[in-house]
């Protein structure tokens, strides 16, 4: 089972920031925040990771607690194209099998 | 560069035939990943390669399914006896194998079994 709880939907209106949480209360020291989205009919794309500290690149922003028990993904200007499943997942590293959960439904409105 | 590939993008079949799904990973990955979507769902592992070995087959639902990777780079997963409940969208994804590189999907087959 994924190790991770998701929002099953949201919604965003486009131009504003998108600010996508999830909790992972029983994270382990060495285990890492990785996000991916899925675009309709599309395989998954990889956003972001972390361990512990804030992360960022061109896509988004990633934001963990100091207890990493939760993080939030946040897509600064959304876009309709930004619109997907966001999936939040814990794993030792990115070489190792991921474990999807169900995701957030991300609409992005115009 | 090209990115992962998988062939065919839709497969119909019948109950009972038999199928494989091509994967191409990106040049020089030397792990790969099979998962398996049914609709409405997350991805679901099913078996991951580190070069030409079968590092973990956990996923695996039964013995009618198994994959290859002979030569350490393309992957075919072989279906037999096809079920109704093998129609899914078979997603393919190859890493580096190295730290704590991430996975590149390919678009995946859609195999539907009529």
């Known amino acids: 089972d994924a190790k991770t709880t998701q929002p099953p939907s949201m919604d965003c209106a486009e131009g504003r920031a998108a600010n996508l949480p999830c909790n992972h209360s029983?994270?382990?020291?060495?285990?890492?925040v990785y996000w991916y989205r899925q675009i309709h009919s599309q395989g998954p794309q990889y956003i972001i990771h972390?361990?512990?500290n804030n992360e960022t690149n061109e896509m988004a922003s990633l934001i963990i607690t100091e207890d990493r028990k939760s993080s939030t993904l946040i897509l600064p200007h959304a876009t309709l194209r930004d619109t997907a499943v966001y999936y939040c997942i814990v794993s030792y590293s990115g070489n190792t099998p991921l474990v999807f959960g169900k995701g957030t439904r991300l609409s992005v409105i115009a | 560069g090209a990115g992962v590939s998988q062939t065919p993008s839709n497969k119909v079949t019948e109950k009972g035939k038999y199928v494989e799904l091509r994967c191409d990973p990106i040049s020089g990955h030397t792990a790969l990943y099979w998962y398996r979507q049914s609709l409405g769902q997350g991805p679901e592992f099913l078996i991951y390669?580190?070069?030409?070995?079968?590092?973990?087959d956990s996923g695996l639902p039964n013995d009618r399914f198994f994959a290859v990777r002979p030569e350490g780079s393309v992957s075919t997963l072989k279906i037999q006896r096809t079920e109704r409940g093998d129609s899914a969208v078979y997603l393919c994804?190859?890493?580096?194998?190295?730290?704590?590189?991430?996975?590149?999907f390919g678009p995946g087959t859609r195999l539907t079994v009529l």
């Open positions: 994804a190859s890493s580096s194998g190295l730290g704590t590189d991430t996975q590149y």
């Open positions: 029983t994270i382990s020291g060495n285990e890492y």
């Open positions: 390669f580190q070069g030409t070995g079968a590092a973990d």
């Open positions: 972390g361990l512990k």
